[in-house]
């Protein structure tokens, strides 16, 4: 059984076609990157994976299961987690408490338990208390100690996306979509992304499906990758393979 | 009784056209959905009234300081109150018009409290004429002529005049049309301005109709509101046409079935409507890009 | 007063915590009202079980009507819930089952052993229930299901995302609001002794929305206290000649400019220039102003520690 499987998705808004027959497989515990130049539709992917978009045609497989139509809920409670390309924060909320969020499809309370919260007995009590202590590690893992009860609105825009991603790891996901981590970012920067991308794949034994602008960054993070342009698949491979591809050059650099 | 119907339906339609096409005026141009629209047209009215019967002027004059006093009102609040909302969103664009609206409500009452009155008004809501055998009243043909010509004025004006053109554009692109040299802060104060002047004529209309008082204009705010919305707050075609419509069903639904819950169809139409079309009949729903 | 309070909470809940939108909850208190009387009335029950079904009555139209509130938005979803409040108004009126525009007498209530007749016990009833109400609704915020409204509220596609059933918990926001406004119908009925149609009207919903916004929409002491001063605002229309130097100058400013008899209106004109202030100045209403002076406090308490230096985040 496939870990994850992409098979013939297809998007059209309209009289738009945003992507056009892709397929790809993942497999567990693998790094998997989709480059692309703007717009060749790479986050639109992760919409529908994610089933912000319901695909106008194929499916999604994960685990086995068809995931393509499924409402988003849904298909979070099933193990995928993803991060946005612009942050898609909780922005009133403090670190904490986005984190906290990513709980919530492991945690119980109810309209009732909650209201009953007497103390700290109480079971709505207990799970606060629980899951609070179960993210401390994430916010020492991604450095985010310091600023654990600001609003993160108020955050400068690295902290944020580290918060972004720190509220992905709180859901426990078996899938990670990642998109565009490193947007706006330096060299130095980028190179922390990768950094902390293998990490996460070492040490917390996670799948991580990468979009990622910087060609560089992804090929020297990623196991294997699907090259897109204006939506349609062009190469997919070994990262080596898709470097020199000519089709992938040309995408980048356009034609002449 | 058929064409009767039909006449007191169009006669109500074309005041909730007004209404509609003012509400969808400013709508399109700033995203503001102005739940003030009714009050300060009432306001107008009551300013109309003020001029009839404290000064005892003519019409012409009364109803000609109504209009402007309605322009007025409607560019000082785009640009004293609207434009330095620092955190515009729906909700608090929403709020802020209730707000006034709710705060103009209370300056009518204070100052004429909540007493009915006589709106005087060159044609008699009593007078009938006769059309092709029929009967109908004087008021209903005089609203439906008045509300048609200004409509269809309005039309022309956005089509035909540099002016009019320079307000589309700013609702289409307002970047697109700044750097084109349209002065876009203007054009909006001009928006709430015209829009509030075709708010304060359904006031008008309105006010020989049932008699005036600070809640005069809610049913045809709330009716307003109703037919933009199934016509897509953001189509003047689709919201006029919702106005007729219905005018035209709430007389028919009230003279056949019930006159009792007339007002409640305008309610139902509107859920019935937004179930299938969260959008209205003809609008356009933009979703956020993630 | 303390009747406000408690609508102010279910506005919170749902305005304020998970970002929807309001015009009709006169409906809801209307609902509560009528419900408690008639099962008073019609089938004798006592106050204490007639009030909290009341409320369940209540959460039942809440869910209703959180329905449509799925798929709409913004002005659409003012408008439909605006059309929901008058509407129940307008058959209420229209019914001989609700005693029509007459409206109904409540009869007298008794708590257990102890009577509810007196003004007093009636008090202390609802400032109870409303103690009670507002420890539950905190409560609430502070858990997972708080937490989901407010991530609604903030970034609806976000939530879904991770794992928010958003129509669940939308559909829930608007019952828990309706179910806390009816309660606080019930009470009202109580403590008025007659309900009529006349008094649930849309300013009244424009009112409960003014609450919360004016106290800072999302907090909770901030939806008690707004609704406090509006409530005071809305009780004391018909006294504000009686006001200890405002009055006077109010009477006299009537006199020479308005009218005398429309002087209570002056109470819509505070409340909304109220709204239009506070969205203008301070958009999270008291509670932000009491933020700014809390940070202010802070900073110079700072300020006096390092004289010298710059707090790095001060703004």
């Known amino acids: 059984m496939t870990f994850f499987a992409v098979d013939g998705l297809t998007m059209r808004f309209g009289g738009l076609t945003a992507l056009d027959n892709v397929s790809f497989e993942v497999d567990r515990g693998m790094i998997f990157s989709i480059i692309g130049p703007n717009g060749s539709g790479k986050s639109t992917a992760f919409n529908c994976i994610s089933g912000i978009y319901q695909p106008t045609a194929g499916e999604i497989h994960f685990e086995g299961e068809r995931i393509s139509g499924l409402a988003p809920h849904l298909i979070g409670r099933r193990g995928i987690a993803r991060t946005f390309q612009n942050i898609e924060l909780f922005g009133t909320e403090s670190t904490i408490d986005n984190l906290m969020l990513g709980r919530h499809q492991h945690m119980k309370s109810g309209l009732w338990s909650g209201v009953a919260m007497l103390g700290s007995a109480s079971s709505a009590a207990r799970e606060e208390i629980e899951n609070r202590e179960r993210v401390e590690w994430i916010l020492e893992l991604l450095d985010l100690v310091r600023v654990r009860d600001r609003p993160v609105g108020e955050l400068p825009y690295g902290t944020q996306k580290r918060v972004e991603l720190a509220r992905a790891l709180a859901m426990e996901p078996k899938l990670l979509l990642v998109d565009e981590p490193s947007a706006g970012m330096n060299a130095d920067e980028r190179a922390e992304v990768g950094v902390r991308m293998r990490e996460l794949r070492g040490e917390l034994d996670m799948t991580i499906l990468l979009i990622e602008h910087h060609v560089q960054l992804a090929i020297g993070l990623a196991d294997r990758v699907l090259a897109l342009n204006f939506g349609k698949p062009i190469a997919c491979g070994a990262p080596e393979e898709i470097r020199q591809h000519p089709e992938v050059i040309k995408a980048y650099l356009g034609d002449g | 009784m058929l064409p009767q119907v039909l006449a007191s339906g169009l006669s109500a339609g074309s005041i909730y056209a007004l209404m509609a096409l003012a509400l969808v005026i400013t709508y399109k141009t700033t995203e503001v959905p102005n739940f003030a629209q009714g009050d300060m047209a009432m306001v107008s009215a009551f300013i109309a009234y003020m001029f009839l019967t404290d000064f005892e002027t003519g019409f012409i004059l009364a109803f000609g300081a109504a209009l402007v006093f309605a322009f007025l009102l409607g560019v000082g609040f785009e640009g004293l109150v609207l434009r330095r909302m620092r955190n515009p969103t729906h909700l608090n664009l929403i709020i802020m018009t209730l707000g006034f609206s709710l705060a103009l409500f209370g300056l009518a009452g204070w100052k004429w409290g909540a007493d009915q009155r006589q709106f005087p008004f060159p044609v008699s809501a009593s007078e009938v004429v006769r059309l092709g055998g029929v009967s109908v009243s004087t008021l209903s043909v005089t609203t439906i002529l008045i509300a048609g010509v200004l409509m269809v004025v309005v039309f022309a004006f956005f089509r035909f005049t540099k002016l009019g053109i320079a307000m589309q554009a700013t609702q289409q692109d307002p970047i697109a049309a700044r750097i084109n040299g349209v002065p876009t802060r203007a054009v909006v104060g001009l928006t709430f301005g015209i829009s509030s002047v075709i708010g304060s004529v359904a006031a008008l209309l309105t006010a020989p109709l049932i008699t005036l008082d600070p809640t005069l204009m809610w049913d045809a705010l709330l009716k307003g509101f109703a037919a933009a919305v199934l016509g897509g707050l953001n189509t003047p075609v689709g919201a006029v046409l919702g106005g007729y419509l219905l005018g035209v069903i709430e007389n028919l639904f009230g003279a056949y079935i019930s006159v009792e819950f007339k007002s409640v169809v305008a309610f139902l139409i509107i859920v019935i409507v937004l179930w299938f079309r969260p959008s209205g009949l003809f609008g356009r729903h933009h979703e956020r890009k993630v | ?315």
Not at chain 3, 78 to 85: R, S
Not at chain 3, 129 to 136: C, E, Q, S, T
Not at chain 3, 227 to 251: K, T, W
């Open chain 3, 1 to 315: 007063m303390a009747v406000f309070v408690i609508v102010g909470l279910g506005m919170n809940v749902l305005v304020g915590d998970t970002g929807q939108i309001s015009l009709g909850h006169a409906g809801f208190l209307a609902i509560g009202a009528y419900t408690t009387v008639l099962l008073m009335t019609r089938l004798g029950m006592p106050f204490p079980f007639a009030l909290p079904i009341a409320g369940c009555v209540s959460a039942l139209f809440g869910f209703l009507l959180g329905l449509p509130a799925l798929r709409l938005a913004g002005p659409y979803l003012a408008i439909a819930t605006l059309g929901f409040g008058l509407a129940i108004t307008q058959i209420i009126a229209r019914s001989a089952l609700f005693g029509g525009h007459m409206g109904l007498v409540v009869p007298d209530a008794t708590l257990g052993p102890f009577s509810l007749s007196g003004d007093v016990s009636k008090y202390y009833l609802i400032v109870g229930v409303a103690v009670v109400l507002a420890l539950g609704v905190r409560n609430l915020s502070v858990t997972r299901v708080g937490r989901a409204f407010r991530a609604i509220r903030d970034n609806e596609i976000a939530a879904a995302t991770m794992g928010v059933d958003v129509a669940y918990y939308k559909t829930l926001s608007f019952a828990v609001s309706a179910a806390l406004t009816g309660v606080a119908g019930g009470l009202l009925a109580l403590m008025t002794g007659f309900i009529s149609p006349g008094v649930f009207t849309f300013t009244l919903s424009l009112m409960f929305l003014a609450m919360v916004v004016f106290g800072g929409l999302g907090s909770i002491p901030g939806a008690i206290l707004g609704s406090i001063v509006m409530g005071y605002l809305n009780l004391e229309m018909d006294a504000f000649q009686e006001l200890p130097v405002l009055g006077r100058a109010l009477e006299d400013f009537s006199e020479r400019f308005m009218s005398t008899v429309g002087l209570p209106n002056f109470g819509w004109v505070v409340t909304g220039m109220l709204i239009v202030f506070t969205i203008l100045l301070e958009p999270q209403g008291l509670y932000g102003l009491w933020i700014r002076a809390l940070k202010a406090i802070k900073r110079s308490k700072s300020a006096d520690a390092n004289s010298s230096l710059p707090g790095p985040g001060a703004n």
